[in-house]
């Protein structure tokens, strides 16, 4: 019996020493070791730190990282300008094939207010892109089976929403005004910027709209030494009618500051 009971009392201690070491190798384990995070360190150091993204602004040609700047470009004074290829860094643009050169030493002169939507009557879709660059499918709709073989464009249109698209440079031609006539001077493409404006000669242009134009118009002052607004319908008379008697000539006037003696046809709304 005694030797049955030593028994079980040095099993026992055999059983505790050998779960202390056990215990006592894993704290050991979980130690860490100086060398091997020396040597960690040591490696994440030497790994060369990742290049930054760069992107050059379209108006000035300076490289900057592309998480600095406004979009594209490195300042917003930059995006709000006519860059020197001709395009506003505020439009979405949506290059169209149909223009050509202007005259050389020709100035710019003239901005023309058209209004435009497709199909007639219809508004948020984008027919009109497609149009300006002869993509219409003529299947879709019965007009555009009257129009999708026609080549033209124009250099700006302002959705309902007062978003701007930008299709032709502004120092290119556009095909916008045809046939047309500016106090004896022809071919007003020539000389002219066009704007379009989502809208028909039933309905009121929305203010987002007027307000997109202002901003617009204040960059192409800035660019180009614009002397008069007109119309479509005052160079292609009987010919064309907008933008219609829905355009505010004046409030046009007062929104973006222009004097009104640069509006040779008046201010008056007109069809």
């Known amino acids: 019996m005694k030797w049955l009971l030593f028994l079980l009392i040095m099993t026992g201690l055999v059983i505790w020493w050998r779960y202390a070491q056990i215990e006592q190798n894993g704290r050991s384990s979980a130690k860490p070791n100086p060398k091997t995070s020396s040597k960690a360190q040591a490696k994440q150091q030497a790994q060369p730190a990742k290049p930054q993204t760069m992107q050059q602004c379209p108006h000035c040609?300076?490289?900057?990282?592309?998480?600095?700047?406004v979009g594209a470009y490195c300042s917003l004074e930059?995006?709000?300008?006519?860059?020197?290829?001709?395009?506003?860094?505020?439009?979405?643009?949506?290059?169209?094939?149909?223009?050509?050169?202007?005259?050389?030493?020709?100035?710019?002169?003239?901005?023309l207010i058209h209004h435009i939507s497709l199909p007639p009557g219809e508004?948020?879709?984008?027919?009109?892109?497609?149009?300006?660059?002869?993509?219409?499918?003529?299947?879709?709709?019965?007009?555009?089976?009257?129009?999708?073989?026609?080549?033209?464009?124009?250099?700006?249109?302002?959705?309902?929403?007062?978003?701007?698209?930008?299709f032709v440079s502004t120092l290119h031609r556009a095909w916008h005004a045809g046939a047309s006539d500016f106090f004896g001077r022809s071919r007003c493409n020539d000389f002219s910027i066009g704007i379009e404006l989502e809208g028909t000669e039933d309905l009121p242009f929305q203010p987002?709209?007027?307000?997109?134009?202002?901003?617009?118009?204040?960059?192409?002052?800035?660019?180009?030494p614009i002397a008069a607004y007109a119309g479509h319908s005052d160079v292609a008379p009987g010919r064309k009618k907008d933008p219609g008697v829905h355009f505010d000539w004046n409030h046009f006037s007062k929104l973006a500051d222009i004097p009104e003696r640069q509006f040779p046809y008046g201010l008056e709304r007109r069809s």
Not at 61 to 69: A, D, I, K, M, T
């Open 123 to 166: 508004f948020g879709q984008n027919y009109i892109a497609d149009f300006f660059q002869n993509k219409l499918d003529p299947q879709v709709h019965p007009y555009f089976q009257q129009i999708a073989d026609q080549q033209v464009s124009s250099h700006f249109l302002i959705r309902r929403d007062g978003q701007v698209q930008q």
């Open 78 to 111: 930059h995006q709000q300008t006519i860059d020197p290829k001709g395009w506003w860094g505020v439009a979405q643009w949506v290059k169209s094939p149909n223009y050509d050169e202007r005259p050389s030493g020709m100035p710019i002169e003239l901005v």
């Open 61 to 69: 040609g300076v490289r900057f990282p592309s998480h600095e700047g």
């Open 208 to 224: 987002a709209q007027y307000a997109s134009l202002k901003e617009l118009v204040l960059a192409l002052k800035k660019k180009f």
